[in-house]
């Protein structure tokens, strides 16, 4: 076993950073991805000629991690404006049968929005105290925030700000992006997340935000299609072995240093012997699960050039939101998905595109006779849920993890978003060269 080795598993955002930090830090480094692509839920994937990114579709400029490793990697004038490319956060909301617009990333347009009525804009005045205290605090140690953990947002906004403003601004918003019910985030997490990120400015990459994963993936000793089945600690401690299969082949490497970059849920089967305060912290862990319907659509309106719809929970919609966007060729590409509270993972396909396209075309008469092929795409794992009491779970997580030589990351660690999950890899890899 060659001194400085290090394996890291899993190929998404969080294990390449932590593998290019380290490796940056002259220690060999091999990375094992199960899929046969490197990104996880940071992928371009590509249909009709069109990109599509499924999972996160843009990142923050408020996501100094990334920024940095964008600059390391020389890759910045491949760095775009979200708001030109995309349809973006200029959107509508459906309420009584009615359309109304909205920059849903910049609240202080809801102070002259017609959506709302006059108390409900008003309580912004409420709300924007916590937003800058929230605003203060670093993102990227959740735990590590002062206050009560013990509300989710939904109680938060009824007992000290507005219900209203929760149902027609925060719950279609985290639906939407994140698949988030009201019960899947605490008061302290979304204070945090908008107190940091409203009114930032937003990026992709030329060609999707999949070429940010494969950039940095160019820079490593990558094994994709290597599904890791057990990690066994030597005696010592002072090592480990992963075993791993490959078309249908068992193999083994050995290392001084294992970093586990795989999603929460499963890290514990991993182990034979958990150590106890991995067993305390990872069944708090689960996530979000949404199912997408792609439309290519034909129609010369020029009056369908480009929108966004968005549904909240207490309008009667099975829809989450619908966009689209006409493209160079002229086809309309439109995305769809049901709410948080009513995707059933058991739905067939055909299930999933006969409610979606229903819905769909309720919302879009025009779209009725003109959808020229479909495709489902589902995230079994969105992102992770982070109800009241996560964070009391992770802070007694972080204060003694028992990492060494096993170390873990992933955005379970921080937040449901792509800076964070590379800021976990950069934090572990920050972890693993102080023991050293």
């Known amino acids: 076993m060659a001194a400085g080795q290090v394996i890291v598993i899993g190929a998404g955002l969080a294990g390449l950073t932590a593998a290019y930090r380290l490796q940056q830090a002259g220690l060999a480094v091999r990375v094992l991805e199960a899929e046969p692509h490197v990104g996880g839920r940071v992928i371009t994937i590509h249909w009709h000629g069109h990109n599509i990114d499924p999972g996160a579709e843009f990142v923050s400029g408020a996501e100094t991690y990334l920024l940095e490793m964008v600059q390391q990697l020389g890759i910045k004038d491949r760095l775009i404006d979200y708001s030109k490319e995309q349809v973006g956060f200029e959107v509508g909301v459906m309420r009584g049968g009615r359309v109304y617009r909205i920059n849903f990333m910049a609240p202080l347009q809801f102070l002259t929005w017609r959506g709302l009525s006059l108390p409900a804009r008003l309580s912004l005045i409420r709300l924007l105290p916590y937003l800058v205290r929230y605003g203060r605090y670093d993102p990227y140690r959740p735990e590590a925030v002062p206050g009560d953990d013990s509300q989710t947002m ?7 700000i507005n219900g209203e403003l929760f149902e027609y ?5 985290m639906d939407v992006f994140c698949g988030y019910t009201a019960d899947d985030l605490s008061a302290k997490m979304m204070l945090l997340l ?9 990026y992709t990459f030329t060609g999707g935000l999949g070429f940010f994963p494969e950039a940095l993936a160019s820079h490593l000793d990558v094994l994709t299609g290597a599904r890791v089945t057990r990690i066994a600690i030597s005696p010592d401690g002072r090592g480990a072995r992963v075993f791993y299969e490959q078309e249908g082949q068992a193999a083994s490497l050995e290392g001084d240093i294992v970093v586990v970059a795989v999603p929460g849920d499963t890290v514990l089967e991993l182990f034979n012997e958990p150590r106890p305060a991995w067993k305390d912290f990872f069944p708090h862990v689960r996530y979000t699960r949404v199912g997408i319907v792609y439309h290519l659509i034909e129609h010369d309106d020029p009056a369908l050039e480009r929108g966004g719809i968005m549904f909240p929970r207490k309008e009667p919609w099975k829809l989450s939101a619908l966009g689209w966007n006409r493209k160079p060729d002229g086809c309309i590409l439109a995305m769809s998905d049901l709410k948080a509270h009513l995707y059933d993972p058991q739905m067939s396909d055909q299930e999933l595109r006969q409610v979606i396209t229903e819905e769909v075309i309720r919302a879009m008469p025009a779209f009725a006779g003109h959808i020229i092929d479909q495709m489902v795409f589902r995230w079994h794992r969105k992102l992770p849920a982070m109800p009241p009491g996560y964070l009391s779970a992770l802070r007694a997580f972080k204060e003694n993890p028992q990492e060494g030589p096993v170390y873990f990351c992933g955005d379970y660690l921080i937040a449901g978003s792509t800076g964070a999950a590379l800021a976990s890899g950069w934090q572990a890899a920050g972890r693993v060269l102080q023991k050293m």
């Open 154 to 160: 939904e109680q938060f906004f009824y007992q000290k």
């Open 194 to 202: 908008f107190g940091n990120y409203l009114g930032t400015k937003l």
């Open 169 to 173: 601004w925060v719950e279609p918003t």
